[in-house]
């Protein structure tokens, strides 16, 4: 069975017949690192969603009173799916978002782990019996949320949102899920096939690929109770803001500046590897990326020309064609902000250690020396294959350089004192700390999430976190007789 053929123009699945023309009309899927197209997607409208909504809102009440078992033998069944379609759902991974193989095949891997960690979920004790002070049992349980709007970004387009679907899905609820439209097949159609396969019920998940419009009709809809929102910290405001007019919760994954310390004690050679992988996986186009790396002054001289030396070692191009190290970034929208920021940088004095040149949307690993609090790829999220190095002299001007941001997602500590580390850690507020390792990590069974401009905490991952995320908390009490009321 295959479930993406490439000649197929995909509409939003709006109704419980299959795929509908959509009111916006279609898009092409591009291949960044060529240019040419692999597909169409219909592009969803206002009207669109609404219909969407009011379709899951009507079909989440029957999937809520579904058994335990039945909710978890449809997740286990997507599981499995994702398994056995890896290859041909990484396929489009590496077309549709010029990631690398390796990268493509841990995004369909995390989604069948999801999916079967949110199996677990239907079956998970959901309440407690609390006290009373009457006669009478009294308890909290869970119950669904209702419908779930998910928004999800283009750079792990598979990852972001099956890991809002799935748990979803398995908690009781219906999904509408705008993914980005430069990766409507990895990071939506496939969903969709894969549940329908799975035998999820018609009406549950909705797939409506659109712009900024589209998600505004989405937070603004009526039937939707819970946005899961990923993106942009500018976006994501813009979101949180809206949900907040609306009387609804909103759960945002935002972006991210964050710093890999190098303690001077740390094995240097496996130092530079940990900061190459951190700034130049996919391009540097993750929320977790190393943006910073702070490194002791008595070893910065020497990592610089490491990572300068590995940063030029690495193959950028084609990953569908070549096996290569770095592919094209998105489009040329986003290599001109990288460019920009680099060139910035490089005008305000910091020294170009390697890259900062580009052919197409193919960017070449950057790293740059001599930067200072204000340099402009140090201070903002660059979201490309950059990496710009300060030294620090001291754990306390280490601490103020890591805090010097309004992000808080993802720390890193390099240190053969395992002990220091983790207590430098307790003084830098981040959402996710890596103690020996890189800052870029993410399993289905942890809760994911970050503070300040990087969002509004873990709310992704593991049993709890999601629990919390996508039921609401209803308060029961029962008598054997109704009580006698004194008038």
Request: contains cysteine.
């Amino acid at each position: 069975m295959t479930l993406l053929e490439p000649t197929t123009t995909w509409h939003g699945k709006v109704f419980s017949d299959g795929w509908v023309k959509a009111d916006g009309g279609d898009a092409a899927v591009l291949e960044p690192a060529t240019g040419t197209e692999i597909g169409r997607v219909g592009i969803a409208g206002p009207d669109d969603i609404g219909r969407a909504c009011a379709r899951a809102a009507s079909a989440q009440r029957a999937w809520a009173a579904t058994g335990f078992e039945e909710r978890a033998a449809v997740l286990r069944r997507a599981g499995q799916l994702w398994e056995e379609h890896a290859a041909e759902v990484g396929d489009w991974v590496v077309r549709e978002s010029g990631a690398i193989g390796p990268k493509a095949g841990l995004e369909t891997h995390i989604a069948a782990q999801e999916c079967y960690e949110a199996a677990a979920l239907p079956s998970r004790p959901l309440g407690e019996i609390i006290p009373s002070g009457m006669p009478r049992l009294s308890l909290a349980r869970r119950v669904p949320a209702g419908v779930v709007g998910v928004i999800a970004p283009f750079n792990f387009p598979l990852i972001l949102a099956i890991r809002s679907v799935a748990p979803a899905l398995a908690l009781g609820n219906a999904v509408v899920l705008k993914p980005d439209p430069r990766t409507a097949v990895s990071g939506g159609v496939s969903i969709a096939r894969v549940f329908e396969e799975a035998g999820l019920p018609d009406g549950l998940l909705h797939v409506l690929p659109g712009g900024a419009a589209t998600g505004e009709a989405l937070v603004a809809d009526p039937h939707v109770r819970v946005i899961s929102f990923t993106g942009s910290t500018a976006a994501g405001r813009a979101v949180g803001q809206a949900a907040a007019r609306h009387l609804k919760r909103a759960h945002l994954e935002l972006g991210g500046n964050s710093a890999l310390i190098v303690l001077d004690d740390a094995d240097l050679d496996l130092a530079v590897s940990a900061g190459a992988w951190g700034s130049f996986l996919h391009q540097g186009q993750i929320c977790m990326t190393t943006g910073r790396h702070l490194v002791h002054e008595s070893v910065v001289d020497r990592y610089v020309a490491e990572l300068a030396a590995h940063a030029d070692r690495l193959p950028v191009g084609d990953p569908a064609r070549d096996q290569v190290a770095l592919g094209p970034i998105i489009d040329a929208g986003q290599r001109d902000k990288v460019h920009n920021l680099v060139t910035a940088s490089v005008e305000s004095g910091a020294r170009l250690a390697a890259g900062g040149t580009y052919e197409g949307l193919f960017y070449r690993p950057t790293v740059l020396a001599g930067v200072n609090p204000q340099t402009p790829a140090f201070a903002e999220e660059v979201f490309g294959p950059v990496a710009p190095v300060l030294s620090f002299a001291d754990l306390d001007q280490a601490v103020a350089l890591a805090t010097g941001t309004e992000y808080g997602l993802s720390l890193g500590i390099l240190s053969r004192d395992v002990m220091k580390a983790l207590d430098l850690a307790g003084r830098i507020p981040s959402g996710i700390v890596h103690i020996n390792d890189q800052t870029v990590g993410d399993e289905a069974v942890a809760p994911f999430g970050g503070v300040g401009s990087s969002g509004t905490g873990a709310r992704f991952g593991g049993a709890a976190a999601n629990v919390e995320a996508f039921t609401e908390t209803q308060w029961v009490t029962v008598q054997g007789t109704i009580p006698r009321y004194p008038f």
